[in-house]
Nanobody, 120 residues
Framework: QVQLVESGGGLVQPGGSLRVSCAAS????????MSWYRQSPGKERELVAS????????SYADSVKGRFTISRDNTKNMAYLEMNSLKPEDTAVYYC?????????????WGQGTQVTVSS
């Protein structure tokens, strides 16, 4: 059964740090483009960061460059988003996404999201 389960969200003060995790099952993150998206009330879901399945550069939204780092652990079949210097505008539900192909079939999986709230 394919699943993406996020964890690690919570309440953090401005300037603080948080790491959210994404546990995958039913497929390999090593074969997938892993991404983190976020959505806050009244706004569209936006791409925050991506890491390719093969060697290549990670990519980030301009609003998080230099503060967030995406990574993955192929042995644990997990992806992570390390968030530093958090700002109130980073408050959102953060979603893990996995995209790739198996043969001729493509896939695009989503987790249920984890809430990150940045507030004093």
């Amino acid at each position: 059964q394919v699943q993406l389960v996020e964890s690690g969200g919570g309440l953090v003060q401005p300037g603080g740090s948080l790491r959210v995790s994404c546990a995958a099952s039913g497929f390999r993150v090593s074969n997938s483009v892993m991404s983190w998206y976020r959505q806050s009330p009244g706004k569209e879901r936006e791409l925050v960061a991506s890491i390719p399945s093969t060697s290549g550069s990670t990519s980030y939204a301009d609003s998080v460059k230099g503060r967030f780092t995406i990574s993955r652990d192929n042995t644990k079949n997990m992806a992570y988003l390390e968030m530093n210097s958090l700002k109130p505008e980073d408050t959102a539900v953060y979603y893990c996404n996995a995209a790739g192909r198996v043969g001729w079939a493509s896939y695009n999986y989503w987790g249920q999201g984890t809430q990150v709230t940045v507030s004093s």
